[in-house]
């Protein structure tokens, strides 16, 4: 580069450089950069296809349901708690549909976490359900009160045959009632401090 009348700015050398990346490292870290969250798996097994099916529940209030409606709730609460890898307080902020070439969709919720009561998520996961999954008639059908809308979350990790690691995952409504009884099981079940858990925003919706 010319400066002034044929003066020249000569090259950073070599051993410049190295400092160079070294500062923009430093940056980022004081500009706080966020670092991918440590994923932890147990392994995916056939009994947990139904309890993390792509799918959610719209159960706000649980002692709304009558006999045998509300122990089946309890006992599928009970093994998503229990068999769940992450379980965190969800935000859906975007809802996108994709087409592929057989024309078949899917659906991809693109949800802020706000709090992770159990594990540990990025800061934003995007949770996916194809229309030949058991869950994909849950997200069309309230495909229009979701949006905005906080959800507990409910993830465990499953290895695909190329190796990488999709999310399966379960939403129930974020209301007070139901996040009451998953806190009691994350503590009877987990171990878990119910007042625990890293929090990002705030939370849990009354009804």
């Not at 450089?17 to 430093?26: C, D, E, N, Q, T």
């Not at 440590?38 to 099916?53: C, G, I, Q």
């Not at 159960?59 to 122990?71: E, K």
């Not at 006992?75 to 859906?92: C, G, H, K, P, Q």
Request: net charge negative; charged share 30%; aromatic share 4%.
């Amino acid at each position: 580069m010319l400066l002034g009348s044929g003066q020249m700015l000569a090259r950073p050398s070599l051993p410049v450089l190295p400092l160079l990346a070294l500062g923009l490292a430093s940056l980022l870290v004081a500009c706080g950069a966020s670092q991918p969250a440590e994923v932890t798996t147990t392994p995916f097994l056939e009994a947990h296809e139904d309890m993390f099916e792509n799918g959610l529940d719209m159960v706000r209030d649980p002692d709304a349901l009558d006999g045998s409606w509300l122990g089946a709730w309890q006992e599928e609460l009970d093994e998503r708690v229990t068999n769940a890898d992450v379980v965190a307080l969800v935000t859906i902020r975007t809802l996108r549909t994709d087409v592929d070439l057989d024309r078949r969709e899917t659906y991809r919720l693109i949800t802020a976490v706000d709090r992770e009561l159990l594990g540990e998520v990025d800061d934003e996961i995007t949770l996916t359900v194809a229309q030949d999954e058991r869950g994909y008639g849950t997200i069309e059908n309230n495909e229009r009160r979701l949006l905005d809308q906080q959800f507990i979350a409910f993830i465990k990790w499953q290895r695909t045959e190329s190796g990488e690691l999709r999310a399966r995952w379960h939403l129930s409504p974020a209301t007070e009632p139901v996040a009451l009884e998953t806190r009691r099981l994350l503590a009877s079940r987990r171990n878990v401090d119910p007042n625990g858990g890293a929090r990002r925003t705030v939370i849990v919706h009354r009804n």
